[in-house]
């Protein structure tokens, strides 16, 4: 079983909708959990964390967690195309120094 | 604000010549990263340096080595570039624990 798994996609929805990206990870043990957002050919850009049960929300983008399902979904509301990237799901384990270990990404499309 | 900052951007190497990737960062961060990103794997850590004077080995340190420099500078070195090393190189630094990373922009290395 893969350690972070994320659904390649690509996931295509039209401007002004909702975006939903789902990720899973295996290790109870995880304390930390990010989303960032890679446009191609760039680097990755930290978009949200999370670290506590429940919703987090920052403008149009909402991080959610569930740790005893071991899950953690990113909403997009009001989706723009400038938001068609590649999303990374990263968690970080406990006792781990701060290593990231990511998923290998959903690719989004928001089609005008 | 500078952040993370990579050189080179771009390299070609032959099969069997060296190179030194450089990274520095002005953030005050006390750990700093190395990843790859290839196609179809995500990104996986080579090397991390949780503090000054200290480096561990990451998922694929076959290959490579580290120096930490300073606080404020992490290189990654090839001492004999293979075709396997093609690859998106990122350098990343965070305060460590369970905080998020913040990465440089890449250096894309081929190798012929």
């Known amino acids: 079983q893969k350690e972070v798994e994320q659904n390649s996609g690509p996931l295509s929805v039209p401007e002004g909708a909702i975006a939903s990206l789902n990720c899973t990870y295996s290790d109870r043990g995880s304390q930390s959990f990010f989303w960032y957002r890679q446009y191609s050919g760039k680097s990755p850009e930290l978009i949200m964390f999370i670290y506590s049960n429940g919703d987090k929300e920052d403008g149009r983008f909402t991080a959610q967690l569930n740790k005893a399902s071991q899950y953690v979904s990113l909403l997009i509301r009001d989706s723009q195309p400038s938001d068609s990237a590649t999303y990374l799901c990263a968690v970080i384990k406990e006792g781990s120094q701060g290593n990231l270990i990511f998923g290998k990404g959903t690719k989004l499309s928001v089609k005008p | 604000n500078a952040g993370v900052t990579q050189t080179p951007k771009f390299q070609v190497l032959k099969t069997g010549q060296s190179m030194t990737l450089q990274c520095a960062q002005d953030?005050?961060?006390?750990?700093m990263y190395w990843y790859r990103q290839d196609p179809g794997m995500g990104l996986r850590l080579i090397y991390y340096?949780?503090?000054?004077?200290?480096?561990d080995k990451g998922e694929v340190p076959n290959g490579y080595n580290v120096s930490r420099l300073n606080k404020r500078e992490f290189s990654l070195r090839l001492e004999s570039a293979a075709p396997s090393q093609t690859s998106v190189y990122f350098c990343?630094?965070?305060?460590?624990?369970?905080?998020?990373?913040?990465f440089g922009d890449g250096t894309r290395l081929s190798i012929l």
């Open positions: 340096s949780a503090s000054e004077g200290t480096t």
């Open positions: 990343a630094s965070g305060t460590g624990s369970y905080q998020p990373q913040h």
């Open positions: 953030m005050n961060h006390n750990s």
